[in-house]
Nanobody, 116 residues
């Protein structure tokens, strides 16, 4: 069974930066994409960034130009570099892995709070 472990959340001031990491571990690892969705209180879950197995990338409109998704040399780890953070970026960020069967696996969530 694949497990998704996230790290890197925390409190940051507006204009600051954070980096999230997500690692998929397990004896079997088959996927078509990995990335992050986020959900703020009272709002729907929205796409942040997603990278396919072929390294194509989708970003949510609200983070384009500020966030960058990348992968480690080992493709079971992805990173989300978040720069120029705004208070409206405050949310729980959930790592997502989509399997070849089109099923979604989720990490436990990382809380990102952007505040003075």
């Amino acid at each position: 069974q694949v497990q998704l472990e996230e790290s890197g959340g925390g409190l940051v001031q507006p204009g600051g930066s954070l980096r999230l990491s997500c690692t998929a571990s397990g004896s079997v690892f088959d996927f078509v994409s990995m990335g992050w969705y986020r959900q703020a209180p009272g709002k729907d879950r929205e796409l942040v960034a997603r990278m396919t197995r072929g390294n194509s990338i989708d970003y949510g409109d609200s983070v384009k130009g500020r966030f960058t998704i990348s992968r480690a040399d080992t493709r079971n780890t992805v990173y989300l570099q978040m720069n120029s953070l705004k208070p409206e970026d405050t949310a729980v960020y959930y790592c997502n892995l989509r399997t070849v069967r089109n099923l979604d696996l989720w990490g436990q969530g990382a809380l990102v709070t952007v505040s003075s």
